[in-house]
């Protein structure tokens, strides 16, 4: 069974940096895609970033993209998502997800992912 578990989230003012940590046991962590996602009360799932099993390619949201790095340490079944000069509308709870596939597409919708971390609030507040 693969478990996927978060970590690393809190409160850090606007302009701040804050990296969070995912750590995934059970399965092959070489073989799945890996994404970050954050969600905000009422919304769906938004992707933030995602990584394949590699970790040769990387792809971001928009919103995201000159502040938040995805990487992947593939010998610690680990994956990070550092996160600069943050702002408040990143405040969201951020999931961390997993799903295996040999494709070097990257996964953005939230229903491809099968295994979902329980996710960790960062929050972005003066």
């Known amino acids: 069974q693969v478990q996927v578990v978060e970590s690393g989230g809190g409160l850090v003012q606007p302009g701040g940096s804050l990296r969070l940590s995912c750590a995934v046991s059970g399965g092959t962590f070489s073989q799945y895609h890996m994404a970050w996602f954050r969600q905000v009360p009422g919304n769906r799932r938004a992707i933030a970033a995602t990584?394949?099993?590699?970790?040769?390619?990387?792809h971001y949201a928009d919103s995201v993209k000159g502040r938040f790095t995805i990487s992947r340490d593939n010998a610690k079944n680990a994956v990070y998502l550092q996160m600069n000069s943050l702002k408040p509308e990143d405040t969201a709870v951020y999931y961390c997800?997993?799903?295996?596939?040999?494709?070097?597409?990257?996964?953005?919708?939230?229903?491809?992912?099968?295994?979902w971390g329980q996710g960790t609030q960062v929050t972005v507040s003066s």
């Open positions: 990584i394949i099993p590699s970790g040769g390619r990387t």
């Open positions: 997800a997993a799903r295996e596939a040999s494709a070097t597409y990257f996964y953005t919708k939230e229903y491809e992912y099968d295994y």
